[in-house]
Nanobody, 122 residues
Framework: QVQLVESGGGLVQAGGSLRLSCATS????????MGWFRQAPGKERKFVAA????????IYAESVKGRFTISRDNAENTVYLQMNSLKPEDTAIYYC??????WGRGYDYDYWGQGTQVTVSS
């Protein structure tokens, strides 16, 4: 089992950058594929990005492609989401997720963090 704790959220102006972190504890991060999702007020949770356990393969939502980068440091048991050129529509609670076997855009990850708020002002 793994526990996930997100951090790094905050308030930023449009065009700015933030880096989110997802620190894991329990079983080693190397055992898990990881994903980032976000949920805006009144909307369903949506896929943002995912990375395989090795870090060699990544996928992104079209809305963030070219602006966001997912990465991982298995030695530090941390996954990152670098967010550049932020837009007001990126405002949401951002969640990281982990799964030992599933890797993709769906909600089939077994473990989820509590989320971190990102607010982008115009």
């Amino acid at each position: 089992q793994v526990q996930l704790v997100e951090s790094g959220g905050g308030l930023v102006q449009a065009g700015g950058s933030l880096r989110l972190s997802c620190a894991t504890s329990g079983r080693t991060l190397r055992a898990y594929h990881m994903g980032w999702f976000r949920q805006a007020p009144g909307k369903e949770r949506k896929f943002v990005a995912a990375i395989r356990w090795s870090g060699l393969h990544t996928i992104y939502a079209e809305s963030v492609k070219g602006r966001f980068t997912i990465s991982r440091d298995n030695a530090e048991n941390t996954v990152y989401l670098q967010m550049n050129s932020l837009k007001p529509e990126d405002t949401a609670i951002y969640y990281c997720a982990a799964d030992e076997s599933y890797w993709g855009r769906g909600y089939d990850y077994d473990y989820w963090g509590q989320g971190t708020q990102v607010t982008v002002s115009s």
